[in-house]
């Protein structure tokens, strides 16, 4: 059974090398790593959820959708395979499956501080902004040294109107993780809800220039600029998030 071991951990090193990839936005990288995972064991839960968050990345949804069901098919047990499932059911505009999946996952896996922070924001999505209060404070109860728990806690609290709060808490996720654009996002926002303009839009300038590709940001900045009257750089940034996400309504 000795190489029966050695190839999991091969496999796990190779999965959790494509998670990484993933991470840092290589997603042609990632996919071929998973390929070759899935290549020594097709039924691998965790290599099919994987490739199904990827096709989300690339706007696959429905592709995305049907793998995700395959990884939970494989292991019915598996937290990873439910979770995959919540982002495909999302993208598919399917939010109470998503949030269904979501605390089947936490069931799974209770104490994933990065799963009950994906359950605050769907349920901030729908307007449950108690409930992702408490599942944000959750998160940050389990793991507070991740950027992402804090961050999520912050926009629950910019939701409630607590943006003193909601301040505090971004500055200190900023602090764990200074690339992550979405901190600095948060901040913005609640600079500028307490009438700080100048100081918010820097936040937002930040942001952008973190993750030059979001959409979201964009049209946020766009709408700072347009507070300040700075008409055409406003313009600038709405066109660019509407060639960066069509379909985004905002």
């Given at each position: ?9 091969e ?103 990065l799963?009950w ?43 409630k ?26 901040l ?63």
């Amino acid at each position: 059974g000795h190489s029966r071991n050695q190839r999991a951990v091969e496999t796990n090193d190779r999965l959790k090398e494509a998670e990484y990839l993933l991470s840092v936005g290589q997603a042609d990288e990632a996919r071929a790593v998973i390929k070759r995972v899935l290549a020594d064991d097709p039924d691998n839960s965790e290599a099919l959820a994987l490739k199904s968050i990827i096709a989300i990345v690339q706007n696959d949804n429905e592709r995305a959708l049907e793998l995700a069901h395959q990884a939970v098919q494989h292991d019915n047990l598996s937290a990873p395979a439910r979770l995959a499932l919540s982002y495909a059911q999302q993208a598919t505009f399917d939010i109470d499956a998503a949030l269904a999946s979501v605390k089947q996952a936490i069931n799974l896996d209770p104490l994933n501080a990065l799963i009950w922070a994906r359950l605050s924001e769907l349920q901030m999505s729908v307007g449950e902004l108690d409930q992702a209060l408490e599942s944000a404070q959750e998160a940050v109860n389990l793991n507070p040294l991740i950027a992402k728990t804090q961050t999520v806690l912050g926009f629950a609290y910019l939701l409630k109107i607590n943006t003193q709060t909601a301040q505090s808490i971004f500055h200190e996720a900023i602090l764990l993780d200074q690339a992550d654009p979405m901190p600095r996002l948060g901040l913005g926002l609640a600079l500028i809800r307490e009438g700080q303009l100048e100081a918010g839009r820097i936040e937002l300038e930040i942001a952008a220039s973190l993750d030059p590709g979001n959409a979201l940001i964009r049209s946020y900045l766009g709408k700072a600029y347009f507070e300040e009257k700075r008409y055409s750089l406003a313009e600038t940034q709405f066109e660019l998030a509407k060639a960066l996400d069509p379909h985004d309504p905002t």
